[in-house]
């Protein structure tokens, strides 16, 4: 079974960090490109970050405050969150996709609240 199972989020007031992490199991994690959405309310999915063999990718809104890092051995992608602003609060989904077929999976979400 296919499972992304994401974790980390919170309440934190403007300024402050969250480390969300990503637990993946079930498919070839080293094949899949991971990546993090987020989805503010009433608003549609936002691109985050992405990591694949090639490297690290960022929105031009989240770039110089957001680092994402992956452990092969461990399964995991994590999105280091720095300098949160009201604006970042959103639901945050792990998704993962095989480049070559475009089969992907998604994560439950996890809720990133910004204020004070």
């Known amino acids: 079974e296919v499972q992304l199972q994401a974790s980390g989020g919170g309440l934190v007031q403007p300024g402050g960090s969250l480390r969300l992490s990503c637990v993946a199991s079930?498919?070839?994690?080293?094949?899949?490109?991971m990546s993090w959405v987020r989805q503010a309310p009433g608003k549609g999915p936002e691109y985050v970050s992405a990591t694949n063999s090639g490297g690290s990718d960022y929105a031009d809104s989240v770039k110089g405050r957001f680092v994402i890092s992956r452990d092969m051995a461990r399964s995991t992608v994590d999105l280091q969150m720095d300098s949160l602003k009201p604006e970042d609060t959103a639901v945050y989904y792990c998704h993962a996709e095989y480049w070559m077929t475009g089969v992907d999976f998604w994560g439950q979400g996890t809720q990133v609240t910004v204020s004070s």
């Open positions: 079930g498919f070839t994690f080293g094949s899949y490109d």
